[in-house]
């Protein structure tokens, strides 16, 4: 993993996300880019499934949405960049290793996955750490499906993520301002990657996903900020130390390493008490909704942190 080095300007001054918001601005037309907005992924394949309990009985955010408004910055920092850049992205055939603390160390492609475990239609509330929130129709299997078959040795206490790395389909991972180190890294807690509402999607709305929303396999974490949520996974390794979180690790007093959706706990540059609904006022416009604990999954997932103190760890 390459390490970030931090610029030279004290984080009291400046943040990350200020940081290449200013880059853009100085590089004004050259980031432009000149994709297809919308443009279907080349592997929009219909998928099949089964029904789900985990729905959510809200209204879907509209198919359009939750791919043209995106947040993959291998692809670009603006919201519409993955959508537009991300066409020449292939996300087959497709490698993903799972290795580390498990008896059995396996290297599978998405077919075999798609395969072995059923695929369910899951509706989940997401909510960003940016306080804007979807309500999307993933498609995927239980995470703890398929680190069951690896088998987790008993001194496993976390999984670490990954992303792929491939600046020559990814525009955002060349040139000279690039937003983020790569790879986009995540992890969680053996316990909340085991529990049942923990998904590696392959698909929204019935079809394959779109190579914006993190073609082939991403992870989907509903009661957790979206970063955790890690796109175009290439590798999941068992460890027994605490992964390190892209996000956490650029801005740690702003991004916290178990990233619970709490609307008791602000940002420290927004409030976190509520969200804007993405696709709620017309087309791309947004009302306002109160955020829950947890982001509304409180009574499955509240006791994975009974006894911590989470404005501390937050
Ligand atoms: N590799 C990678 N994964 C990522 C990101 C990213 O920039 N790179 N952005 C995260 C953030 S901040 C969010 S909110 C979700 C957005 O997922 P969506 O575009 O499918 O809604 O992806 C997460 N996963
Ligand atoms: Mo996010």
Known sequence: MTLYKAPRI?????????????????????????GLLGAPSAFAAALKTVPSPYKVDEALTPRESVTTYNNFYEFGTDKSDPAAN???????PWRLVVDGMVAKPKTFGIEDL??????????????????????????????????????PLGSAKHVAFETIVRPEEMPGQTGGF???????????????????????AVGLYGETLPNQNGAPIRLVVPWKYGFKG???????????????????VLAP???GFYANVNPAVDHPRWSQAS????????????????????????????SLYSGMDLTANY
């Not at 498609?139 to 680190?147: D, E, I, K, V």
């Not at 890294?185 to 085991?194: F, I, S």
């Not at 017309?282 to 829950?292: C, D, N, P, Q």
Request: proline share 9%; with cysteine; glycine share 8%.
């Open 10 to 34: 004290p984080s009291s001054e400046i943040t990350p996300r200020d940081l290449y918001l200013r880059r853009r601005s100085l590089l004004g037309l050259m980031a432009g880019g000149a």
């Open 178 to 200: 690039q937003p983020l180190p790569w790879p986009y890294v995540e992890g969680l807690r053996l316990d909340e990657a085991m529990h049942p509402l923990t998904l590696l």
């Open 86 to 92: 991300s066409g020449a992205f292939k996300p087959s």
């Open 114 to 151: 798609i395969k072995a475990y059923p695929v369910e239609e899951r509706i989940y509330r997401m909510r960003c750490v940016e306080a804007w929130s979807m309500v999307i129709p993933w498609n995927g299997f239980p995470l703890a499906a398929l680190l069951k078959t690896v088998e």
């Open 230 to 248: 890690i796109k175009s996974i290439v590798k999941i390794t068992l460890t027994d130390k605490q992964p390190p979180s892209t996000w956490n």
């Open 275 to 302: 969200e804007r609904r993405i696709g709620t006022g017309g087309f791309f416009g947004s009302s306002r909704v109160e955020t829950l604990p947890f982001n509304g999954y409180a009574d499955e997932v509240a």
């Open 253 to 255: 007093q702003e991004y």
